[in-house]
């Protein structure tokens, strides 16, 4: 294969090289990516342009394609915030006493965007990956606002922006990245918008961001086209629970098996407890327990979570084994699990959970309600409502039911009103302030709503868009709480 370095189109060499002094090594320094640009930088190693070489010993972690070099990407954790990597190939330059050869090392350093929050089996990325769970907010927003900057026609790194924008609760910014990134053509950030405009664990009334079922159903659908298994698996999630029959539920499964063979951990856990529920057709316990593991294996929570299930209540051979169930629900847990805390919270106050207390109960389900779990909070107000932990109050109890009240589980929701209703005025008014106090207000705390605490109220609201409450306790415990989540949502790309 005759190259020419720069100048001259490849091949096209009308005349005799000029006397060049080589060396016989270079070394380029380069940004890694799905396709490198290798021809300014080897003609300034070389010292001159329109050298015509070929290449005799091929790069050994990519490939050659005219004066770009593209490599081999795979699946990789990404856990560091700087990386470098490199391959060499031999080229040999012409010169008029004969071929000379040059050893050409390729120090590639990867992109911080790409390492901060680049996303796995993203059909436009470049291998490197963080779970969501695993995305570090600050230094991710730094990188990939950079990276963007230094390359807005880069459709990725506005991706990989939306992720940091959507794990810092910037929803709206997170949805404008993702449109922007889809418009581009990123097949990845298709399915990301198309999640943002039909999701019910972000609040509408104070984010811009539209619900559109139509438009998120047109965008799965290019995502699909393109082989993203990201939206196969949102598509045949949805078909799969709630398809209207037979024929639905069967092209959902076919959806999550594409996923799952492509290596997408979220339809291996969906399939996994697909598998492994009992009294249906479908149950086949070896075959749910190698998904789940499979999951597991890539150290993804949700896989952790679900083998946490299997010993509790003994789905794999009607055995259960609660010491194997919480340690498989902490691990999930402390990896950022947002149901995870409230199940270990409940596995405690069973009994299931030898030397643990209601107090610790109770940190857990506090954990899973800072997380967006609504049980967390109905759980936690319990055991408090109840007398079964020292220390906390009444009030606070219904502090944590009113901030159950504006999570997504519907169930939860009912418990949280029913916990609400017929409490005493004063309590309720207590809860209110201490809300108000977590939210930066300076309102004292003593169970009177008067102009101080309403005045307090009506402004932050106002901050998120939102009328002032009616001028009853309950009106304005719900909207205190409201602010709360609108202030600190919680993230969907966790549910």
């Known amino acids: ?53 070929d290449v005799t010993d091929a790069p050994g972690q990519g490939q050659l394609v005219g004066l770009d070099y593209r490599p081999v990407l795979s ?7 700087s990386l470098a990597l490199a391959d060499r190939f031999v080229i040999e330059v012409a010169q008029p006493g004969g071929p000379v050869p040059v050893e050409v090392t390729l120090d590639m350093a990867v992109q911080g965007c790409d390492l901060a929050a680049g996303d796995a089996l993203d059909p436009g990325g470049v291998g490197f990956y963080r779970l969501p769970n695993e995305i570090e907010i ?33 929803f709206e910014a997170a949805y404008q990245s993702f449109e922007a990134a889809a418009e581009a053509g990123h097949v990845r950030a298709m399915n990301a918008a198309a999640l943002m405009l039909t999701t019910d664990k972000i609040d ?44 639905a539920k069967e092209q959902g499964f076919e959806l999550l098996d594409r996923a799952a063979e492509l290596g997408h951990t979220y339809s291996m856990n969906e399939l996994g407890v697909y598998f492994l529920t009992r009294d249906t057709d479908h149950y086949i316990p070896e075959r749910g327990m190698r998904y789940l593991q499979a999951s597991a294996a890539r150290n993804d929570i949700y896989g952790f979570h679900n083998l946490g299930f299997v010993a509790l209540y003994g789905l794999r051979d009607g055995t259960p084994d609660p010491g194997e169930a919480y340690r498989q629900f902490e691990r999930a847990a402390l990896g950022g699990h947002p149901a995870s805390p409230a199940t270990l919270g409940r596995m405690i106050v069973r009994g299931e959970a030898p030397g643990k207390t209601k107090a610790d109960a109770l940190q857990w389900y506090d954990l899973g309600l800072a997380r967006g779990d609504g049980w967390g909070g109905v759980n936690g107000a319990f055991l408090i409502l109840n007398g079964e932990v020292s220390g906390p109050t009444r009030p606070e109890a219904l502090v944590r039911a009113a901030k159950a009240l504006h999570l997504s589980n519907g169930k939860a929701v009912e418990a949280a009103q029913e916990m609400l209703s017929g409490q005493p005025g004063g309590d309720v008014a207590r809860a209110v302030q201490l809300l108000l106090r977590d939210l930066g207000a300076d309102v004292a705390v003593d169970g009177v709503i008067g102009p101080q605490t309403r ?28 602010v709360y989540w609108a202030q600190r949502p919680t993230r969907p790309d966790l549910f």
């Open 204 to 247: 509408r009334d104070v984010v811009d961001v539209p619900e559109d079922a139509a438009r998120a159903e047109a965008l799965l659908d290019r995502a699909i086209a393109a082989g993203d298994p990201f939206a196969m698996h949102s598509r045949g999630l949805r078909l799969l629970r709630d398809g209207a029959d037979a024929a």
């Open 138 to 170: 600050a230094p991710a927003l730094a990188e990939c606002q950079a990276a963007v900057e230094a390359a807005p026609d880069v459709p990725r790194f506005r991706y990989q922006l939306g992720r940091a924008q959507q794990a810092a609760g910037l």
């Open 455 to 482: 005045a307090a109220l009506a402004a932050l609201a106002a901050e998120h868009g939102l009328p002032a409450p009616a001028n009853n306790a309950m009106a304005q415990l719900r909207m205190a709480a409201k």
């Open 75 to 81: 699946e990789r954790r990404s856990d560091l915030r």
């Open 1 to 53: 294969m005759q190259l020419v370095a720069a100048g001259d189109e490849a091949g096209e060499v009308a005349r005799g090289p000029e006397p060049v002094t080589l060396p016989g090594a270079v070394t380029l320094e380069l940004a890694y990516d799905r396709s490198v640009p290798l021809a300014g930088a080897l003609a300034g190693a070389l010292g001159a342009e329109g050298l015509a070489f």
